[in-house]
């Protein structure tokens, strides 16, 4: 199985910060690569796919980058609707797998 | 509206079995593969299953192959997930997802339902 990490486990940052998310697999996965954002008690929600494509109705503050085994989530000015639980996906090869998420919490 | 239900879940016996169901509406369910991921107690995602439009290609994962079957019926709109043995591991928030693909054929969970609760507790 392809296992994903993600660094860092949580952070702590304030309205207006640039937030950056790394995830890396344990082997290539060309760009098939997903992120969700999943709030207290809510279903995750999709916010980009093929590593860098947003998803319909997300801001565009959102991005993704990264490509083989090493890819980026960033979300350029955070908002206080932005403080959530991020997670990556791999979407390669079944069994699909998950990273162990990053929360984004208020500083 | 687009959306998915689950139902079925709640307090089950170590050994016993559970259906859970997820009902679609707002798009064509048999134009789409459909998934099961869940989540445990303060804790990740996990992947479950996968079932395709015409139900011809599923995968499990490990932890449930064997015991967990996943159908659909596509005349109902609807999504199955059969679980039998249950043990205590497998307590968790159970989503059913849609997979949405895009035209260079990535694949993605574009919609979730709320969840349903499955606690497997003597």
């Known amino acids: 199985d392809i296992q994903m990490t993600q660094s860092p486990s949580s952070l702590s940052a304030s309205v207006g910060d640039r937030v950056t998310i790394t995830c890396r697999a344990s082997q290539s996965i060309s760009s098939y690569l997903n992120w969700y954002q999943q709030k207290p008690g809510k279903a995750p929600k999709l916010l980009i796919y093929?590593?860098?494509s947003l998803q319909s109705g997300v801001p565009s503050r959102f991005s993704g980058s990264g490509s083989g085994t090493d890819f980026t989530l960033t979300i350029s000015s955070l908002q206080p609707e932005d403080f959530a639980t991020y997670y990556c996906e791999q979407s390669y090869i079944t069994p699909f797998t998950f990273g162990p998420g990053t929360n984004v919490d208020i500083k | 509206e687009v959306q998915l239900v689950e139902s079925g879940g709640g307090l089950v016996q170590p050994g016993r079995s559970l259906r859970l169901s997820c009902a679609a509406s707002g798009f064509t369910f048999d134009d789409y593969a459909m998934h099961w991921v869940r989540q445990g107690p303060g804790t990740g995602l996990e992947w479950v299953s996968v079932?395709?439009?015409?139900?011809?290609?599923?995968h499990y994962a490990d932890s449930v192959k064997g015991r967990f079957t996943i159908s659909r019926d596509n005349a109902k709109n609807s999504l199955y997930l059969q679980m039998n043995s249950l043990r205590a591991e497998d307590t968790a928030m159970y989503y059913c997802a849609k997979e949405g693909h895009s035209s260079s054929g990535d694949w993605y969970f574009d919609l979730w339902g709320r969840g349903t609760l499955v606690t497997v507790s003597s």
């Open positions: 093929a590593a860098s």
């Open positions: 079932i395709s439009w015409n139900s011809a290609t599923i």
